[in-house]
């Protein structure tokens, strides 16, 4: 808010504390007389000593409401004259030092006035107030006894908690773990159940032993003590509880539905091959799978696959199995146990594919055999007697060096000017 300025409307407030002063220049004068009845407008003055403050007004009765005056005359009035009575003294004005204080309402007592004996040209002072008008009586408010609270809102409030409650108990919970998150909707599933259906896409909840759970609602965390439990008794008995109640009502707006999650927590971890539980089983043929008594067996085939067994009631199921917990996962690749071939022996394989082109006058394939020495410990490059052609290359392996010492690692062979691709001869060589 902008500074605020010293006047108001073009007033001047001035400095002075005097009422005559703050309002005497901005307010006309208010003639009170014309709303005066005549009979009221001389007041019979109180006998007092001359040069005494005036005499306080009047208490009101306590069933009466005085009415203020909406316009209060900031200037003295000039002295008036009124009679007086023989031996009455005369009451005049004493004046007073700082601001005057503010007028109070008063009753005006109406009397007749007596027959003036003398007039006397003194100052009086005058305060008129107009008749109070009376107040049409309010009804009674009821009043609480004595320790009694009367909370207006208490009835809304406890509907409105009822109906949040009823709220709840209609809401499924919900599974949560890593990313995956699904409504329970089976109202009899327990927690061990659960345990099952999800394990298919959550392997590490195959082991019922190494798995917990806990349930979480408006703030509180359950930790269920047994996996045989029903999933919705579970919440339902946390919605009754009065510890829920109570973290309902701390609950900000936009978390007035909380939901109610139940969340696996896996308390052990085992690398490797886990053993099968025992209604699985691994098995070298189906012949044997048929006469064991698991539900579930493996079976590799000879497509190197492995396939998965099923029986109920119905028959017998066998279908290529994607996923087999217990098994440790493999990746294709390749590992060397030697060093790495050197980036010189490298450099002089591409020269020698160079220099047979320049030689020959054409673009000719060449092979280069790439051996390990067991007892120098390093790589060792030999040429073999090879018939070379633009797209192929023969060589006569029967003049290899000693193979007690020397290890064939690998063959190296160019494409002259062709892509450096491996060709379906290549492939069927290395085959």
């Known amino acids: 808010m902008s500074e605020q300025n010293s006047s108001m409307n073009g007033m001047d407030l001035g400095t002075g504390n005097s009422l005559e002063e703050l309002f005497g220049s901005a307010l006309p004068p208010v003639d009170l007389g014309d709303q005066i009845p005549a009979s009221a407008q001389v007041m019979q003055p109180q006998p007092a000593p001359v040069g005494s403050q005036p005499a306080a007004a009047p208490e009101a009765q306590p069933q009466a409401i005085p009415q203020q005056v909406e316009q209060i005359q900031p200037q003295m009035q000039p002295p008036q004259t009124v009679p007086y009575s023989a031996g009455q003294p005369v009451l005049q004005q004493t004046p007073q030092d700082g601001p005057l204080p503010a007028p109070q309402p008063i009753q005006q007592a109406v009397s007749q006035p007596q027959a003036p004996t003398q007039q006397t040209a003194g100052p009086v002072t005058q305060a008129v107030t107009a008749a109070p008008a009376q107040q ?36 499924t919970p919900v599974f949560e773990y890593g990313s995956i998150r699904e409504d329970i909707t089976d109202p009899a599933m327990t927690f061990e159940q659960l345990r099952v259906k999800m394990s298919a896409d959550c392997p590490e909840l195959e082991a019922r032993s190494h798995v917990s759970w806990t349930v979480g609602y408006a703030g509180i965390t359950e930790r269920v003590s047994s996996a045989d439990a029903s999933i919705f008794e ?22 007035k539905d909380p939901v109610c999650t139940v969340k696996p927590t896996v308390t052990a971890q085992k690398k490797g091959v886990l053993r099968f539980p025992g209604y699985k089983g691994l098995f070298c043929s189906t012949e044997q799978a048929e006469q064991s008594d698991k539900a579930i067996a493996y079976i590799p085939a ?6 998965e067994m099923r029986r109920n009631e119905i028959g017998t199921f066998i279908a290529p199995s994607q996923h087999i917990a217990e098994l440790e996962g493999v990746r294709s690749g390749f590992h060397m146990s030697l060093p790495r071939l ?34 120098g410990r390093q790589y060792v490059l030999h040429v073999p007697p090879q018939r070379i052609d633009k797209a192929s290359v023969e060589t006569d392996l029967s003049q290899q060096p000693d193979p007690e010492r020397y290890l064939h690692v690998m063959d190296v062979h160019s494409h002259n000017t062709m892509a450096a691709r491996f060709s379906r001869t290549d492939d069927a060589d290395e085959q």
């Open 302 to 307: 000879q497509d190197g696959r492995v396939y």
């Open 234 to 255: 579970t919440k339902a008995k946390i919605e009754k509880g009065r510890k829920f109640k109570d973290a309902l009502k701390k609950l900000k707006e936009k978390d």
């Open 136 to 171: 049409p009586a309010a009804a009674p408010v009821p009043q609480p006894a004595a320790g009694q609270v009367i909370d207006l809102f208490g009835a809304v409030a406890e509907d409105d908690a009822e109906a949040r409650l009823a709220r709840l108990a209609n809401a």
């Open 342 to 375: 050197p980036a010189a022996l490298l450099a002089q394989i591409i020269a020698f594919f160079r220099r047979v082109c320049v030689d020959y006058g054409r673009d000719v394939e060449a092979l280069v055999n790439v051996l390990w020495d067991r007892q």
